[in-house]
């Protein structure tokens, strides 16, 4: 895919500059997988259910760090199209998760493009200029438990 590559200036604040970059980052990546019709929070949903499956919302959301209440609501969406279906025994609380047979095409088709967003970045990056990134991104979030 060939991209428009613009020079921008970085902000005096480090906290706007990750912000940006994480921004353009997510349009890129839905750029690349919008075929699919998800957005990259959607296959990022779809990833984890597929490798947790069955999870509960709980975990999952312990699994990808996002607040419960804000997990909730992407999911509604999911399972409105039947990308993902609730395996818990009815009346119980605890919501179980799995990807349904069109959850898995779906999820399948999106992580092929994906994986070319991955490749794109790679190539425009520098695998080593990625692995400093990864490090310092990690380091990054380690700073709050």
């Not at 020079?7 to 750029?31: G, M």
């Not at 999952?60 to 969406?77: E, G, H, M, Q």
Request: glycine share 4%; charged share 30%.
């Amino acid at each position: 895919m060939d991209r428009k590559v613009y020079d921008k200036k970085p902000s005096p604040c480090n906290c706007l500059n990750i912000r940006r970059a994480s921004q353009a980052l997510t349009e890129v990546y839905d750029e690349f997988i919008s075929p699919s019709n998800l957005k990259l929070g959607q296959f990022s949903l779809l990833k984890h259910i597929n490798q947790l499956g069955p999870v509960s919302v709980s975990d999952l959301a312990s699994a990808i760090r996002l607040d419960r209440t804000t997990l909730v609501r992407n999911l509604k969406p999911l399972e409105q199209s039947g990308f993902i279906e609730d395996m818990s025994t009815e009346g119980t609380r605890n919501r179980q998760l799995k990807l349904t047979d069109k959850g898995i095409e779906t999820y399948k088709y999106a992580e092929e493009l994906w994986e070319k967003a991955q490749n794109f970045l790679e190539e425009y990056l520098g695998k080593d200029n990625i692995d400093v990134f990864t490090t310092l991104l990690s380091k990054i979030e380690a700073l709050v438990p």
